[in-house]
């Protein structure tokens, strides 16, 4: 049976999505339960979310799943009988917010910062901390990070889900199995082609794919993009959920045919739907970094209650990886053998082997993450998401 989320699908959500910066702490996120004192001190966990336009939608939903998860954690004792209190700082993405950001998790005493979304949000937090008169040297684990290769060792950045290469990777070596031997590539602007495009053509290379560039968006287009653009049956799209609905509708279409479109882990198809879906004449693919929101694995279903019991929130891909997330954070402090500092909680990471989340298994070897999750859904062209 297809998914079918709760929330609203006007634009309204959009609206209230895009608050000025002096409300981007008021964004409708409902507050974290405080941490009781019972047991000892708590231990402090930050979390800093980039809530500029191509995150809000990844932002607002792994932030609130990593709340339902250190909820659930406090409930059941907290972590070393210790409870954590989970200090989210919501951020515009502007170097100016980050520095507020970075300004305020070296006031906070955390031990660690858990669950950073944006990939531009997590180098700049590595550089702040190397740049730190006060020599802060802070973990930061489980970000929400696409473009894992360009955080070295040396950033403490402790990954556990897969970047753009390997659900690249998944994405396309599905379609060379089908016979598929040539597609389009589209992104949603300037600055993810700068990124993600090396990263693209080394993954179609390795699978015998050709690529086909379409126009991106405020840059001129070439006659073979164009081109592309009206002829490539299948198109991967790099960017985020608002970006993706726009491109659908602007994706020229022959008569009689059906175009799909693979999208990765950035985009939330419950969302797209929400924005109005595609047009019937095209299909969208999504790789996801977690289990499908039906799976019978134990995270599962403790996202599900733990989202039920404590937001009124529909479940959700990128929901379901803050609490996965945090989970993961909350293991690694309870696997501390001292007291939970920032130098102890970064040797430990240093030293990490595999862990099991509830039936979700990270595989690390210290600071190095060995595999990582990929499946997919599908928004087909009638509404249903299939997964």
Same mark, same amino acid.
């Given at each position: 049976?297809? $998914? ?8 309204? %959500? ?12 008021? +964004?409708?996120?409902? #507050?974290?339960?405080?941490?009781? @004192? ?8 930050? *979390?800093? /979310? ?12 792994? $932030? ?5 998860? +250190? ?7 907290g972590v070393q009988g210790r409870q954590v209190r989970h200090l989210p700082i919501v ?7 980050? *520095? ?21 949000a997590t180098r700049a937090l590595s550089e702040l901390q190397a740049q730190s008169p ?9 970000? +929400? ?7 070295? &060792? ?5 990954? =556990? ?46 699978? !015998? ?6 126009p991106t968006p405020g840059q001129a287009a070439s006659v073979a993009e164009r081109r ?11 960017? !985020? ?23 990765? #882990?950035?985009?939330?198809?419950? /969302? ?14 999504? @790789?996801?970094?977690? &289990? ?39 293991? /690694? ?11 102890? /909680? ?10 099991? =989340?509830?039936?979700?298994?990270? %595989? ?24």
């Amino acid at each position: 049976m297809p $998914l079918v989320s709760r929330f609203s699908h006007s634009p309204a %959500r959009r609206r209230w999505l895009q608050g000025s910066a002096a409300a981007l702490a008021a +964004w409708g996120l409902p #507050a974290a339960g405080q941490a009781r @004192t019972e047991g000892g001190a708590p231990v402090t966990v930050a *979390q800093v /979310v980039d809530m500029s336009p191509g995150l809000q939608d990844v932002g607002r939903d792994f $932030l609130v799943g990593a709340q339902a998860a +250190w909820q659930s954690v406090n409930a059941q004792g907290g972590v070393q009988g210790r409870q954590v209190r989970h200090l989210p700082i919501v951020t515009d993405g502007s170097r100016q917010g980050l *520095q507020g950001a970075w300004q305020r998790i070296e006031s906070s005493h955390c031990v660690m910062l858990s669950g950073c979304v944006g990939d531009a949000a997590t180098r700049a937090l590595s550089e702040l901390q190397a740049q730190s008169p006060a020599g802060t040297r802070l973990a930061q684990v489980a970000p +929400w990070v696409q473009a894992e290769a360009a955080h070295a &060792p040396g950033s403490h950045v402790f990954g =556990i889900f897969p970047g753009y290469q390997e659900q690249m990777a998944h994405a396309l070596k599905t379609l060379a199995t089908v016979g598929v031997r040539d597609m389009g590539v589209a992104f949603a602007g300037a600055p993810q082609r700068a990124q993600a495009l090396e990263t693209v053509q080394r993954a179609a290379t390795a699978l !015998g794919l050709q690529l086909h560039l379409l126009p991106t968006p405020g840059q001129a287009a070439s006659v073979a993009e164009r081109r592309a653009e009206q002829t490539q049956a299948i198109v991967l799209f790099i960017g !985020g959920t608002p970006e993706l609905h726009a491109f659908a509708r602007r994706l020229p279409v022959q008569p009689g045919t059906h175009r799909y479109i693979v999208a990765l #882990a950035d985009v939330n198809l419950q /969302v797209l739907a929400q924005l109005g879906g595609t047009p019937r004449h095209s299909s969208v693919i999504a @790789t996801q970094a977690v &289990p499908l929101l039906t799976s019978t694995l134990g995270v599962v279903r403790a996202y599900r209650q733990a989202l039920a019991r404590y937001f009124d929130e529909p479940p959700s891909p990128q929901g379901l990886a803050g609490f996965v997330s945090a989970r993961y954070a909350a293991a /690694v402090l309870s696997g501390l053998r001292a007291e939970p500092t920032r130098a102890n /909680v970064l040797q430990a990471l240093r030293e990490r082997t595999d862990s099991d =989340i509830d039936g979700f298994m990270v %595989r690390c070897a210290g600071s190095e993450r060995r595999s990582g999750y990929v499946t997919q859904t599908m928004l087909a062209a009638d509404g249903r998401i299939i997964g």
